[in-house]
């Protein structure tokens, strides 16, 4: 395991800097982004303010004869796969890439079966249980006594939420831990955002 995972929990109570934005058109860049990169979603919402980050929302990318596709675990809609330009298009400037494994840093990466891992969770509900777990973890009270959950075992069985699907795929399919000090069931975009297994490379807008 590289040297710079760094401990989460380190760097949870302040808001981290985001990267800076690089707004490219999506149809210019399209060819540069490759299987299992990090699909970042900034929106405000209370996940992203809670985590302090910026990012709400976690998929994956996915060639697919020809076609680039997001593959997510989204509210009201659970585990899909839909075109990212169609994406692009609904959320503009709102789409950040993140190249996973970067410089290849971690050589037993399998990109392909990252996602194939992410593919098979078409269908699978939506954790909503997970995502109130999350939010409740984060109340004062409650962050002062529930420490850091590092066990990835925990958990996993029930209905993911986006950033734990974007996880599991990453260990479980990929062969790498992105966050390896914490659970997948409490990851959250924002921690995925800080990993330097994924690094920023641009912003979609049509």
Request: proline letters at 7%; hydrophobic letters at 40%; charged letters at 25%.
């Amino acid at each position: 395991m590289p040297a710079d995972f760094a401990r989460p929990g380190t760097n949870r109570g302040i808001a981290m800097p985001s990267p800076r934005r690089r707004s490219v058109v999506y149809r210019e860049v399209r060819h540069r982004i490759r299987d299992g990169d990090l699909l970042l979603f900034r929106r405000r919402a209370w996940i992203a303010a809670l985590g302090r980050g910026v990012h709400s929302h976690a998929a994956k990318a996915a060639w697919w004869d020809g076609d680039l596709f997001c593959l997510e675990v989204r509210a009201w809609h659970g585990g899909r796969a839909v075109t990212l330009s169609s994406q692009v298009r609904r959320y503009p400037g709102q789409i950040d890439v993140f190249e996973v494994n970067p410089e290849d840093r971690w050589p037993q990466y399998d990109r392909r079966g990252a996602v194939r891992y992410m593919r098979r969770l078409a269908g699978c509900d939506y954790g909503y249980g997970r995502l109130a777990l999350v939010g409740l973890r984060h109340l004062p009270v409650v962050r002062m006594f529930a420490g850091i959950e590092s066990d990835d075992r925990l958990g996993n069985r029930r209905p993911p939420i986006c950033s734990q699907a974007c996880a599991l795929a990453d260990r479980l399919g990929g062969g790498v831990d992105p966050v390896p000090f914490l659970a997948d069931r409490v990851t959250e975009p924002a921690d995925l955002a800080r990993s330097p297994f994924y690094r920023y490379q641009f912003t979609l807008v049509p």
